[in-house]
T-cell receptor, first 111, second 114 residues
């Protein structure tokens, strides 16, 4: 059974810092991995999608990497801003049907 | 539509009542998913629709839960005889239906069972 773990569970950093969020998964047989952010009381916003054949994806200040063989992904946020404060969720797609989610990392960027 | 649309955004009901939650996926998306998120917890998969194939109902927690989808459009999630433990945010997502497709989520329907 695929399990997804995110570390740390919570993170508080001062504005301007670069930071890394970690995601690990137990079964390397995945189609892709997707990072989301969730603001309080809101739905999920897709940030980056990495296919199993890819090593990384970039969007603005965000960079996500994927090491499928070791079951790891990282989300790098450069020059963090208070508006980046949210819960960040990692999800893997082990088959065609559904994503398996981690519990998330709660990020707070202090101004 | 431009995004995944869910209604109602909030629903308060009494224990034992039935509720219906609606999801309108992005136009052209053949795959539709329902997830549940209890307060402070992660997302639980409920059900998945892909085109005209039989839905994957493996995540439905009990026979009080059911879902339907008309073709490749709107889906309704029905919870019968609601219980307090059903209180959660119910999130709907859609994708192009490929194994490699990106999922897009709606804002969710927050259900509170008194």
């Amino acid at each position: 059974k695929q399990e997804v773990t995110q570390i740390p569970a919570a993170l508080s950093v001062p504005e301007g810092e670069n930071l890394v969020l970690n995601c690990s998964f137990t079964d390397s047989a995945i189609y892709n991995l997707q990072w989301f952010r969730q603001d309080p009381g809101k739905g999920l916003t897709s940030l980056l999608l990495i296919q199993s054949s890819q090593r990384e994806q970039t969007s603005g200040r965000l960079n996500a990497s994927l090491d499928k063989s070791s079951g790891r992904s990282t989300l790098y946020i450069a020059a963090s801003q208070p508006g980046d404060s949210a819960t960040y969720l990692c999800a893997v797609r082990p088959d065609g049907n559904k994503l398996v989610f981690g519990a998330g990392t709660i990020l707070r960027v202090k101004s | 539509g431009a995004g995944v649309s869910q209604s109602p955004s909030n629903k308060v009901t009494e224990k034992g009542k039935d509720v219906e939650l609606r999801c309108d996926p992005i136009s052209g998306h053949t795959a539709l998913y329902w997830y549940r998120q209890r307060l402070g917890q992660g997302l639980e998969f409920l059900i998945y629709f892909q085109g005209n194939s039989a839905p994957d109902k493996s995540g439905l927690p009990s026979d009080r839960f059911s879902a339907e989808r008309t073709g490749e459009s709107v889906s309704t999630l029905t919870i019968q005889r609601t219980q307090q433990e059903d209180s959660a945010v119910y999130l709907c997502a859609s994708s192009l239906g490929l194994n490699t497709g990106e999922l897009f989520f709606g804002e969710g329907s927050r259900l509170t069972v008194l």
